[in-house]
T-cell receptor
Framework: GQQLNQSPQSMFIQEGEDVSMNCTSSSIFNTWLWYKQDPGEGPVLLIALYKAGELTSNGRLTAQFGITRKDSFLNISASIPSDVGIYFCAGRGAGGTSYGKLTFGQGTILTVHP | DSGVTQTPKHLITATGQRVTLRCSPRSGDLSVYWYQQSLDQGLQFLIQYYNGEERAKGNILERFSAQQFPDLHSELNLSSLELGDSALYFC???????????FGPGTRLTVL
């Protein structure tokens, strides 16, 4: 089945630093999504990407849909304490049995020191 | 607030028991998805319903079942519960099958 490798597993940074994380897949995805999850809460959608090569921003967050359609990147600029949480990438494959099904990465735990 | 509601927020039960988790999708969304999140497994897709019909199945155990009702709310039934079933269970909804999924706040199930 489809597998997503998300890295790094965790990051400890100082407030104000930039952050980069990425996901790679063993197969092609048609959609890449990035979510953030706070403790005890459900994942919240940050950015959705629908086209290879697409670069999309949401405030201090920027994500890209890799050209090969097998990877995606998320960057956070000038981190602040409220950026703390777990960031998940998720990909959706083509139609057929995988229609609608999201495959999630294992998550990147971000800690921001003031 | 994503607009997806889940009840109950917490559930504590014993092994061998059966529980039902409930989800109401965002207004207008036709698709409902169920996910299980445990510490060592991350977010695992269980099952998807679209307008009352099962659309896709993931790693859902035979002890688990789900359905989507005519008013589009969904229920996830977990039976013969085991300690390893303790996890967060999330529901998500989307307008249709290929649209962005919005997650509910989750139900934390503890099996003792």
């Amino acid at each position: 089945g489809q597998q997503l490798n998300q890295s790094p597993q965790s990051m400890f940074i100082q407030e104000g630093e930039d952050v980069s994380m990425n996901c790679t897949s063993s197969s092609i995805f048609n959609t890449w999504l990035w979510y953030k999850q706070d403790p005890g809460e459900g994942p919240v959608l940050l950015i959705a990407l629908y086209k290879a090569g697409e670069l999309t921003s949401n405030g201090r967050l920027t994500a890209q849909f890799g050209i090969t359609r097998k990877d995606s990147f998320l960057n956070i600029s000038a981190s602040i304490p409220s950026d703390v949480g777990i960031y998940f990438c998720a990909g959706r494959g083509a139609g057929g049995t995988s229609y609608g099904k999201l495959t999630f990465g294992q998550g990147t735990i971000l800690t921001v020191h003031p | 607030d994503s607009g997806v509601t889940q009840t109950p927020k917490h559930l504590i039960t014993a092994t061998g028991q059966r529980v039902t988790l409930r989800c109401s999708p965002r207004s207008g969304d036709l698709s409902v998805y169920w996910y299980q999140q445990s510490l060592d497994q991350g977010l695992q897709f269980l099952i998807q319903y679209y307008n009352g019909e099962e659309r896709a199945k993931g790693n859902i155990l035979e002890r688990f079942s789900a359905q989507q009702f005519p008013d589009l709310h969904s229920e996830l039934n977990l039976s013969s519960l085991e300690l390893g079933d303790s996890a967060l269970y999330f529901c998500a909804s989307s307008l249709a099958g290929a649209d962005t999924q919005y997650f509910g706040p989750g139900t934390r199930l503890t099996v003792l």
